[in-house]
């Protein structure tokens, strides 16, 4: 596990260095604070007059950080720095002052009146760094500047994701694109994309092309559906990585697979028909699942694969065998999750023979945390807890297993960060099974470690906040269930631990979202102006 953690572990150990509240600096004049999200290890900042930041400023170095900052100023300020003026420099370099090597990711900016640096330890570092800055920019008087500061940043966890659900709502190369900008602005650099469901399976595969061609126009309510083409695949891989994010593709086996039987009915058990989802079609509508007709429902758990067929395996073999091939990123998730109409032993059995494949194919396998009772997990697998901050039911036994067998667990409570519950009683998007309505400040009262008693930092590869799309249909819809909340997951995948700074707080982060609401809307997202957040307005 150790080993594939990016060497973060500085970012543990540096204090953020300044309280939430305005410190007087040497004069006992008050200092503001600025507002960065995720809270940084270290941050000072000396109230200095700030660098002006106008369109003679020159902005030199890496090119493609070059070209994310003039990006991120063209939003924010309608300027394009052109000019041959006081200059912002962007540079890599892996040392540190001290001359030993820079923890990965990590980044440094040094801002005065008459300069401003960023160095980053690596190309992802200097490209965090420009996203800070950004966050950095903000009007003084008819003008703008950057304040005069020092961070000195460095990830807590190796891996920060977000998950967009494109099976029960598809959500095209456009939106997941702009999804995929608007997460990196917060230091995410892994993409889960959940490409298969009950509902349709959402890439097209050489291997198997019924799966798409039989299954895509479907969505829940009789929603209009879709699915990728492999170029389009390459295309978001591609678009992912120029911006330091991994994408983690999911067919998920061996439940959540009704669609596989539209295509290939000799591959999946009839639906298990229980209360549980007779129930959720009562509250939700819909009909309840049919073998071999479209199923545009909610409920889940009903359907399975054949465990002890080998044409099951064969098929595995395939679209696994493709999706690793198509596929740059280490990761390929096997799902696992709400496998409730298949047998406890079948299951495991299941998960041994799909996990084994995978790793053999060269590839970590990840699965949802109900896979931990499997015992003959391939070793390397990865867990993915989606249970709750206070484990019921067993889940933390579950996830721990993980961790017994030397992989590592990957943490998306659902009662704090699945995006998809709604931020308040009366909204019309998200459910509100995972506790009931998530308030941003429960997204954010949570801290990686406490989750699973014996579960600490060693252990935890980081933090994913998934979006399921039950009731979300474009890109306004995902905008507005994920910020502000998805800044909270944010925080908890990147900065330290809560308690060790005086930014890390409940008090802290909600003024610093709230300064960030300009930027937010310059950049065209569509948040949700909770009413728990302080709003700037410009």
């Not at 604070?33 to 109230?47: I, K, R, T």
Request: charged residues 20%.
């Amino acid at each position: 596990m150790n080993g594939r953690r990016i060497a973060a572990v500085a970012a543990v150990t540096l204090a953020v260095a300044l309280a939430a509240c305005a410190p007087p600096d040497q004069n006992g004049d008050t200092v503001t604070v600025p507002s960065v999200v995720p809270a940084p290890a270290a941050l000072e900042a000396s109230g200095a007059a700030p660098f002006a930041l106008t369109a003679a400023t020159s902005v030199t170095g890496d090119p493609d950080a070059v070209s994310a900052l003039a990006g991120l100023i063209g939003a924010r300020t309608g300027m394009t720095p052109a000019g041959t003026g006081p200059a912002i420099e962007l540079r890599i370099d892996p040392s540190t002052d001290s001359g030993t090597e820079a923890a990965a990711e990590s980044y440094r900016i040094v801002a005065g009146e008459a300069s401003v640096a960023v160095t980053g330890a690596d190309a992802a570092g200097l490209f965090y760094g420009v996203q800070t800055l950004g966050q950095l920019i903000s009007r003084d008087g008819e003008g703008w500047s950057i304040p005069a500061v020092r961070i000195d940043d460095a990830p807590r966890f190796a891996y920060r994701g977000v998950m967009l659900d494109v099976a029960r709502h598809f959500h095209g190369v456009d939106t997941v694109k702009a999804y995929i900008d608007r997460a990196v602005t917060l230091k995410f650099n892994a993409l889960h994309l959940h490409l298969s469901d009950d509902q349709a399976w959402r890439l097209h595969l050489d291997s198997r092309p019924e799966l798409t061609a039989v299954t895509a126009g479907n969505a829940i309510g009789g929603d209009p559906g879709g699915f990728f083409t492999k170029s389009d695949y390459a295309e978001l891989v591609a678009y992912a990585s120029a911006r330091h994010m991994i994408v983690v593709p999911e067919f998920d086996t061996p439940g959540h697979t009704h669609a596989v039987g539209l295509a290939y009915p000799e591959l999946v058990e009839a639906p298990v028909l229980s209360e549980h989802i007779a129930e959720v079609v009562r509250v939700y509508g819909g009909d309840l699942p049919t073998a071999g007709e479209p199923y545009q429902g909610m409920a889940v758990g009903f359907s399975s694969l054949r465990i002890h067929d080998e044409a099951t395996y064969d098929f595995l073999a395939d679209v696994f065998g493709e999706l690793a091939a198509m596929t740059p990123g280490p990761y390929l998730h096997v799902g696992g999750d709400e496998a409730l109409g298949t047998d406890p032993a079948d299951f495991a059995h299941f998960m041994e023979r799909v996990t084994t494949l995978v790793e053999r194919l060269g590839k970590t396998p990840v699965a949802w945390h109900e896979a931990g009772s499997a015992p003959g997990l391939a070793p390397t697998t990865v867990g993915q807890y989606w249970g709750f901050v206070t484990p019921t039911d067993g889940m933390d036994d579950k996830a721990r297993a993980f961790v017994a067998h030397g992989a590592g667990l990957i943490l998306s409570p659902a009662d704090a960060i699945y995006l998809d519950m709604k931020h308040s009683a009366d909204s019309p998007l998200g459910l509100t099974w995972a506790n009931g309505v998530t308030s941003v400040e429960r997204a954010y009262a949570w801290e990686p470690s406490d989750v699973i008693a014996g579960i600490d930092d060693a252990d935890i590869l980081g933090v994913e906040a998934p979006m399921w799309t039950e009731t979300i249909r474009d890109l306004g819809d995902i905008d507005e269930m994920a910020f502000p909340r998805i800044a909270a997951a944010a925080e908890a995948g990147w900065s330290p631990a809560t308690g060790t700074g005086g930014l890390r707080t409940w008090e802290s982060f909600r003024t610093r979202v709230g300064a960030l609401g300009p930027l937010w809307t310059s950049l065209g997202i569509a948040f949700h102006p909770s009413t728990e957040i302080p709003w700037e307005h410009e």
